[in-house]
């Protein structure tokens, strides 16, 4: 096992398109976390599924921000209309079991809306 | 809402000189993650702590998770240009997400 792939890198977009990011974790690993990160800052949680089902979404994420896991395994979050503010690194990360010991992430996608 | 502090926010030493970041909360976490971020990349788990006191060395770092678990220290010796990066703490709650601090920003000088 590889680890924790993100795709893509990079993304650059103009404000108002949509993008989607796809996560795939370790495999067997039953959560899947998101977490969005500007220059010089920490990581700001996003979401977390476990298995399929999506148990937590921050406050940061508007409307504009959906994300999905339909099977259990691999990810994607997608962010419609863009805007600049939108900017940032996007990581990924898994974990196994349910009691949250450690996260494993991924390379992460650097956005940038212009 | 849980939030983690770190200290000092900015850190440039030089090359063999020894150091200590700080991890702080109000809260009681279940766990503790320490990664260590560079630039462009994502952040890489460096150790977990999950009991009061426990203390864990990885070769010339020495991590120590409060006995109350709200916080923890990553003591770094002899430090090395390699060392350099962002050190981020993560506390984990049973069931949560995982919640970050700001981050410590490194720089070991040759």
């Known amino acids: 096992d590889t680890g924790v792939s993100q795709d893509p890198r990079h993304k650059i977009t103009k404000r108002g398109q949509n993008v989607t990011f796809r996560c795939d974790p370790i495999?067997?690993?039953?959560?899947l976390y998101w977490y969005r990160q500007t220059l010089g800052q920490g990581p700001e949680f996003l979401t977390y599924?476990?298995?399929?089902?999506?148990?937590?979404k921050s406050r940061l994420l508007s409307d504009r921000f959906s994300a999905e896991r339909p099977k259990g395994s691999f990810s994607t979050l997608e962010i419609q209309r863009t805007e600049q503010g939108d900017s940032a690194m996007y990581l990924c990360?898994?974990?196994?079991?349910?009691?949250?010991?450690?996260?494993?992430f991924g390379q992460g996608t650097r956005l940038t809306v212009v | 809402t849980q939030l983690l502090e770190q200290s000092p926010q900015f850190l440039s030493i030089q090359e063999g000189e020894n150091l200590t970041v700080y991890c702080n909360s109000s809260?009681?976490?279940?766990?503790l993650q320490w990664y260590r971020q560079e630039p462009g990349e994502g952040p890489v788990l460096l150790v977990t702590?999950?009991?009061?006191?426990e203390v864990k060395k990885l070769k010339r770092l020495t991590f120590q998770f409060g006995d109350a678990r709200k916080d923890s220290s990553l003591h770094i010796t002899a430090a090395q240009p390699g060392d350099t990066g962002l050190y981020l703490c993560?506390?984990?709650?049973?069931?949560?997400?995982?919640?970050f601090g700001p981050g410590t920003r490194l720089s070991v000088l040759p």
């Open positions: 990360a898994s974990s196994w079991g349910t009691t949250n010991t450690e996260a494993f």
């Open positions: 495999s067997e690993h039953n959560r």
């Open positions: 599924f476990q298995n399929e089902a999506q148990l937590e």
């Open positions: 809260s009681v976490f279940s766990s």
């Open positions: 702590v999950v009991t009061g006191g």
């Open positions: 993560a506390g984990g709650d049973y069931g949560q997400n995982f919640v």
